[in-house]
Nanobody, 123 residues
C-alpha cells in the first residue's frame, strides 16, 4: 500500500514556474514507477510524465517536453515535477500516481493516486 500527497500547486502567470512535490508513505516506494497526470475542467485525466523506479528513465507527453522535468529522491520518498514556461493550457489539477511499470501511460494502469493539487496559469 502506498499513500501519496501532492503539494506545490498555486496560481502563476504565464511564463512562470512551479515545482510540484508528491510525498509517498508506505512500503517499497522505490519499487514503483511514478507518474504525473493532470485533469482540466471538463476534460479527461491525461498522462503528463513518468519516471522509472531508479530515476534513470523519464518520459514526457509532447505538450510538456522541454518545459517540465520529473525527478525523484528515493531517500525522501518524494517525486517532483518542475514546471517552467507555464502556459494557460497547463491549468489543471495535477495528480501523482504509482504504478508497477515505467511503460504505463494510461490512467487505469496506475494503482495508487494522490488527492491532486491545483495549478492555475493566468494569461
Amino acid at each position: 500500500q502506498v499513500q501519496l500527497v501532492e503539494s506545490g500547486g498555486g496560481l502563476v502567470q504565464a511564463g512562470g514556474s512551479l515545482r510540484l512535490s508528491c510525498a509517498a508513505s508506505g512500503r517499497s516506494f522505490n519499487s514503483y514507477a511514478m507518474a504525473w497526470f493532470r485533469q482540466a475542467p471538463g476534460k479527461e485525466r491525461e498522462f503528463v510524465s513518468v519516471i522509472s523506479w531508479s530515476g534513470g528513465s523519464t518520459y514526457y507527453v509532447d505538450s510538456v517536453k522541454g518545459r517540465f522535468t520529473i525527478s525523484r529522491d528515493n531517500t525522501k520518498n518524494t517525486v517532483y515535477l518542475q514546471m517552467n514556461s507555464l502556459k494557460p493550457e497547463d491549468t489543471a489539477v495535477y495528480y501523482c500516481a504509482a504504478g508497477r511499470s515505467y511503460y504505463y501511460r494510461v490512467r487505469n494502469e496506475y494503482h495508487y493516486w494522490g488527492q491532486g493539487t491545483q495549478v492555475t496559469v493566468s494569461s
